[in-house]
């Protein structure tokens, strides 16, 4: 019976860890199946983010939900200038460029948070009705976990209804499956691609602050999670909501239930994980953009 | 039209006179002098398989790892002739080098990059988690190196070390500059000009892509192994994705596809590594990053790309 709980507890877990990867990966997922882009600095947006969200309730005395709503916004808003200044311009570069440009951003993205907020994790401090435990059907469920499943769930409902049902949805599949005819149907794809990179990265923000009760924050976030947004991307596919949504909750149980039934061997269940998908699937799961 | 001539241009022996006089010229700085060749080798080993062969890999300090873990534990346990400790940890290397090689070839650059990646994780974590053997986080101590032919003997001047790794590199250096001016050198040329057409002048692409990444594996092997005997320590950061990615900028920082252009960017990297780590370390990281984009943004061909674009255009100023 005991056996069952902790499975259960560590199912849940799991679940709520893989939400939060799935809201801080998304963007990614547009941006590698929209531009075909491999962007390693993402991680950044959702460390800003988190960084955001602190100050704003550390030292403005903002409240928790607000503190999110704000770095959300200005997560988006510096994904919205990187875009325009610097992203833009590696768009047909090699994927070698890619890679070493956003390297570069995340070396110094780490550079510029130990400088302003130092190299120790940062605490943060939940609301009341967000602490402590629930009773559901006789379990013990954290308040705070519950709510972060609900959060994305909600998200993730209103993100399909705006690629399936819009207007504007409709012009991001287009030029996912066909960047060449959307232009010629006469989408303006570069507008598309600001568009969703800047929500991306604001949702990636909206991660960051509400992930630092799980995943913690400090100032090499971008690196240490770095394989997680990938690993979501790669398996789940891009340009989609759904992959990447299974990719992420299957990740988050696995990494979690890793970590609780075989310790020793820590983090390696993931990595191997990732390079048996990988080898099964060469071109990823999505396998569409060659 | 036959194979690029193997003579040695004025350029090149100017080129290898550098490291000798420094030397005589800069005794007291004979212990950067060694990291500085050794990161050079490893960085030559990244031009292999990048810059001629074009696999981005983000995990290339697996190899550099394996082969000083197999260096250094040959030592720890008695075995510490210098020589056949390199031998060994090469073909460890390479072999992992090997097995490893047929994930890469399957996959695209996002494929290969994650893969690679995860590689370099998993050894991470193993040699972190296997801290009986490896010494985990404190890294491995007490490697203890015999005197090279019975004769030199590794002291604290870091004499031995140098001249040691200087004639490795040389070697090494050797072996791969007649590797790239061979036939299968110039069909590696082609794989990166053209991968797709290569299949039809009958040169099977996935062989060589196979071969050049077991070759560079074993050579970043090497590179580890130097690191191990001549510091006689190994540190589980030589396996950290810290290593992999500054050895892409030091390549990128060179330029890829020269050869030389590993052994330029290192000297420079080390160089203003020295001076600016010690500073700050914080500092070092954000210039770090910057040097990068800008490198990307406005420097395409590196230090190499741009010393031969000035000479080309002096030369044509001098008809």
Redesign the interface.
Known sequence: MTAIVSFIGVLFDGLAYGSLLFLISIGLSVT?GLMNF?NLAHGAFAMLGGYVAVIAMSRLGIPFLPALAIAFVASGAVGALLERA?YR??YR?T???Q???T??????????A??FFGPGQQPVRLPAFLTGQLHVLGLDLGAYRLFLIATVLVLTLALTFLVERTRFGARVRASVDNQHASVGLGINVERVFSITFALGSALAGLGGGLGIDVLGLDPTFP?KYM?YF??VV?VGGAGTIRGPLFAALLLGVLDVAGKYYVP?????VI??A??AL??AF???LAGRR? | MGLPTLKWSKAEIAFWLVPIAAFFLFPHYLTLGSQILIAGLFALSLDLILGYARIISLGHAAFFGLGAYTAGLLARHGYGEPLSGLVLAAAIAAAAGWITSFLIVRGQDLTRLMVTLGIGLMLYETANQASSITGGVDGLSGVEMKKIFGVFAFGLDGRTAYVYSLVVLFLVFNFARMLVRSPFGLSLKGIREGERRMPAIGASVRRKLVAVYTIGAGIAGIAGALLAQTTQFVGIDVFGFQRSAELMIMLVLGGTGYLYGGLVGAAVFMLLQDYLANLNPVYWQFWLGLALVLLVLFARGGLMGGALALRHRLMRGAT
Do not use: K
């Open positions: 590698m491999i610097l311009r590696l570069a994927h070698l460029d890679v070493l440009f390297i570069g951003l995340t070396f110094m993205s780490i550079a510029v130990t400088w690196l394989v990938l690993l790669a020793q061997i820590g983090a390696f990595y191997a990732m390079v990988l080898l060469p071109a990823g060659s």
